[in-house]
Nanobody, 126 residues
Framework: QVQLVESGGGLVQAGGSLRLSCAASGRTFSRYAMGWFRQAPGKEREFVAA????????DYADSVKGRFTISRDNAKNTVYLLMNSLKPEDTAIYYC???????????????????WGQGTQVTVSS
């Protein structure tokens, strides 16, 4: 398995931006797809974005498409989530996950991931 550590969360006003980072260690980072999920209070964890091992493919939840951008730097074993035009409904704990595969049709599903970080809180004030 891989160890994942998220950072970059915080408090931001609506319309602002944040960039989350997720540093990985413990296995060959460049072989596996990575994803971001989030969990708001009282809600289930939901898919946000995913990126293939070689960065060629990405996928986004409809709620963040056009505002969020996922990227990765395989030389630094890090995946990023740039969040622009933030809304109060984006408030959640954000988790990064490491997939079992380099890419696939189930990147939106939690069971496609075998390692998770501890999460980083993002709070968007109105």
């Amino acid at each position: 398995q891989v160890q994942l550590v998220e950072s970059g969360g915080g408090l931001v006003q609506a319309g602002g931006s944040l960039r989350l980072s997720c540093a990985a260690s413990g296995r060959t980072f460049s072989r596996y797809a990575m994803g971001w999920f989030r969990q708001a209070p009282g809600k289930e964890r939901e898919f946000v974005a995913a990126i293939s091992s070689n960065s060629i493919s990405t996928d986004y939840a409809d709620s963040v498409k056009g505002r969020f951008t996922i990227s990765r730097d395989n030389a630094k074993n890090t995946v990023y989530l740039l969040m622009n035009s933030l809304k109060p409904e984006d408030t959640a704990i954000y988790y990064c996950g490491s997939s079992r595969l380099s890419w696939g049709p189930r990147v939106r599903q939690e069971y496609d991931y075998d390692s998770w970080g501890q999460g980083t809180q993002v709070t968007v004030s109105s």
